[in-house]
């Protein structure tokens, strides 16, 4: 099946478009230093909000799995310590609604804050008060105490490609301007300004992280538009049934394994400040664009075909429509000038969660893990 028709503009409207999309032209875009001479000294008391979250808790393993880190997480549920931490001595856990309490879970002795909460794609669409109370009103609130707290702190705030709307052009690095066509993609820009802007005024250290579509994420479904992204690999590898929402195999997601993002999120910890101006501190972390039948034969390479009955394709035209908004394709030459990471095969993604549903299942019967 074609994709629908407003997965693309006309060639003239993008034309139109693409002459406004600049922030600065070609010939007086910033150099941005690749130098590590101005390198952060190492952080070692990290906060993480938003973090019972996938993501969350995968950063968190990484940092108390080292002995110099000491990691506060928080959430609006207690967080739990994740599993296989080897020094989860080092963790504070406090559950707190950061609207209100945000001055709970600031501390003077922080070095870093990864802010991770927020109310995924779907969910902020289907329910707009709850999306931008979480999404934009508890991060200025915690941006503020943070300010008062802890000025100049390093912050890393994870935004996403979601920022993106139509029209677009093929290809999308940081000068195209940002036209959201969901509420969350709206409330992640609304930060993105935030944190230039505390940045510019030296309130914090920031950068605004935009994320690509993250797979494979073990677990359960999500709120997110692009869950199924995961979904389609992780429930046939469990043996689950998992429903596409869209009849469209060419259809491209940008996205990044798990380990790939831990390792740019841990090297931002480091990352010297001037890599970008103080009031453009937005970059598109590394991903790669890979179409559904991709995963789909990559699924195939590594489980074998009978496991592809299990995916069932349906329209869903609220999802559809978000997921066709999104740009398939990304210049990361920024980030990789800043030293941040490229993705790996996707092969290679399935292999690694294959993996873990191995060594889960060993733990469950054996009590340990190969």
């Keep these: 099946m074609q994709p629908p028709t407003l997965s693309r503009p006309s060639s003239d409207l993008l034309h139109s478009v693409e002459h406004h999309q600049t922030s600065y032209t ?18 070692k008391n990290v ?7 996938f993501v969350g808790q995968l ?16 959430d609006v549920i207690e967080p739990p310590i994740p599993v296989g931490a080897l020094h ?13 309490s945000a001055s709970t879970v600031v501390h003077k002795s922080l070095d870093c804050i990864y802010i991770f909460h927020g109310i995924m794609s779907s969910g902020s669409e289907e329910n707009f008060e709850l999306g931008f109370t979480v999404n934009v009103d508890s991060t200025r609130a915690l941006l503020d105490v943070v300010r008062l707290t802890v000025p100049g702190i390093r912050v890393v705030y994870a935004s996403s490609q979601a920022v993106y709307g139509l029209p677009v052009p093929d290809v999308v690095d940081e000068n195209v301007v940002p036209t959201p066509q969901s509420s969350y993609g709206s409330e992640k820009l ?28 073990p677990g359960k479904p999500t709120a997110a538009a ?9 429930e046939p590898l469990s043996g689950i049934e998992c429903v596409i929402p869209v009849q469209d195999r060419s259809l491209v997601s940008w996205i990044c394994s798990p380990k790939t993002l831990v390792a740019n999120l841990l090297y931002a910890l480091t990352m010297p400040s001037d890599v970008l101006p103080k009031h453009i501190r937005f970059v598109n972390l590394p991903g790669i664009g890979v179409s559904i039948q991709d995963m789909m034969d990559a699924l195939e390479k590594v489980a074998g075909p009978e496991v592809l009955e299990l995916l069932k394709e349906e329209d869903i035209p609220e999802v559809r429509a978000i997921l066709y908004s999104w740009p398939q394709k990304f210049d990361n030459t920024r980030a990789y000038k800043m030293g941040f990471k490229p993705d790996q095969p996707f092969e290679e993604t399935v292999r690694d969660h294959q993996q873990l ?3 889960s299942k060993a733990k469950a019967v054996y009590g340990y893990t190969a």
């Design 26 to 43: 070609q010939s007086t875009r910033p150099s941005y230093p690749t130098s590590q001479a101005n390198e952060m000294t190492i952080a």
């Design 88 to 100: 989860p001595e080092n963790a504070t856990v406090i559950k707190a609604d950061l609207l209100k």
């Design 357 to 359: 549903l191995v060594k």
């Design 190 to 217: 609304i930060c993105e300004q935030l944190i230039n802007d505390f940045t510019r005024k030296g309130f914090i250290d920031g950068f605004a992280l935009r994320f690509p579509t993250i797979s494979v994420r």
């Design 47 to 53: 906060l993480i909000t938003g973090a019972a979250g």
């Design 226 to 234: 692009s869950s199924f992204v995961s979904g389609m690999i992780r």
């Design 59 to 74: 950063l968190a393993k990484e940092l108390l799995s080292d002995p110099k880190y000491t990691v506060t997480l928080t």
